[in-house]
T-cell receptor, first 116, second 115 residues
């Protein structure tokens, strides 16, 4: 079974600064997908960024980028130029590429606090 | 897309009562997922529908839990004889089958409190 570990319960960052959230996972599969989801307080979870394991190039979405290290089974998220609206719980999630109907396995989450 | 909607948003019940939650996925999304999220944890998979067929159930889904998606559109999740351990946020997500790369869109969740 796959497991996803987020070792940072909380990270604090000042506006306009950069913060990096860590995520490691354990799998024996070679093909899979990785995601970062954002869950603002009392609001629904939204997809921030996704990465296909077969792609070597790291995904980027505006101020959000990932550092995907397949051999190390590491998938960190970098938030650049942090904004107050980035404050939320961030979840790393793993999805098998086959045989599991697309269910997501989530880590425990990292709370991002943005200070003015 | 109007987004995934869930009702009710909050439900308080007494132990032993039955509760039912509803999820309306994004129209034309044929995949629907239920997850459960307890305080301080990430969501855990409960069950999955492709159209009206329930194709996978987690071992977390005890016999007291049942889910349906009768016409391949909305879905209901029923918990019978609720227990305090059932208190959690129940999340629904939907996606459109498009190879293996479909994105799951989440609803706002139903927060269940069992007294």
């Amino acid at each position: 079974a796959q497991t996803v570990t987020q070792s940072q319960p909380e990270m604090s960052v000042q506006e306009a600064e950069t913060v990096t959230l860590s995520c490691t996972y354990d799998t024996s599969e070679s093909d899979y997908y990785l995601f970062w989801y954002k869950q603002p307080p009392s609001r629904q979870m939204i997809l921030v960024i996704r990465q296909e394991a077969y792609k070597q190039q790291n995904a980027t979405e505006n101020r959000f980028s990932v550092n995907f290290q397949k051999a190390a089974k590491s998938f960190s998220l970098k938030i650049s130029d942090s904004q107050l609206g980035d404050a939320a719980m961030y979840f790393c999630a793993y999805r098998s590429a086959g045989g599991s109907w697309g269910k997501l396995q989530f880590g425990a989450g990292t709370q991002v606090v943005v200070t003015p | 897309d109007t987004g995934v909607s869930q009702n009710p948003r909050h439900k308080i019940t007494k132990r032993g009562q039955n509760v039912t939650f509803r999820c309306d996925p994004i129209s034309e999304h044929n995949r629907l997922y239920w997850y459960r999220q307890t305080l301080g944890q990430g969501p855990e998979f409960l069950t999955y529908f492709q159209n009206e067929a329930q194709l996978e159930k987690s071992r977390l889904l005890s016999d007291r839990f049942s889910a349906e998606r009768p016409k391949g559109s909305f879905s209901t999740l029923e918990i019978q004889r609720t227990e305090q351990g059932d208190s959690a946020m129940y999340l629904c997500a939907s996606s459109r089958l498009a190879g293996v790369a479909d994105t799951q869109y989440f609803g706002p969740g139903t927060r269940l409190t069992v007294l």
